[in-house]
């Protein structure tokens, strides 16, 4: 099993900066990629960052430039930068993990971020 304990959401104006971090614990040694999600009101969830155990990383263009995602493998942290946050940006944001062995996916249980215009 894989905890996954997601952090540092919040209100921010548009145009401001975030930090996500999410804490990974237990099975920490099975985990392949990691991911951040956002989930808007109303709308499927989306994927806006992977890593992969071996450092690739891919974005989407809808956030590519503006968010940057990074793990900290000593402290078993994923982190999610977001900066130039638009009122678009307003949503539940889920870390995820998948495991090497049987694909699984973990998740958090997610972190409002809400951008004021």
């Known amino acids: 099993q894989v905890q996954l304990v997601e952090s540092g959401g919040g209100l921010v104006q548009a145009g401001g900066s975030l930090r996500l971090s999410c804490a990974a614990s237990g099975r920490i040694f099975s985990i392949n990629a990691m991911y951040w999600y956002q989930q808007a009101p109303g709308k499927q969830r989306e994927l806006v960052a992977s890593?992969?155990?071996?450092?690739?990383?891919n974005y989407p263009d809808s956030v590519k430039g503006r968010f940057t995602i990074s793990r900290d493998n000593a402290k078993n942290t994923l982190y999610l930068q977001m900066n130039s946050l638009k009122p678009e940006d307003t949503a539940v944001y889920y870390c995820?993990?998948?495991?090497?062995?049987?694909?699984?996916?973990?998740w958090g249980q997610g972190t409002q971020v809400t951008v004021s215009s």
């Open positions: 995820a993990a998948t495991e090497y062995a049987t694909g699984r996916k973990y």
């Open positions: 890593i992969t155990s071996g450092g690739s990383i």
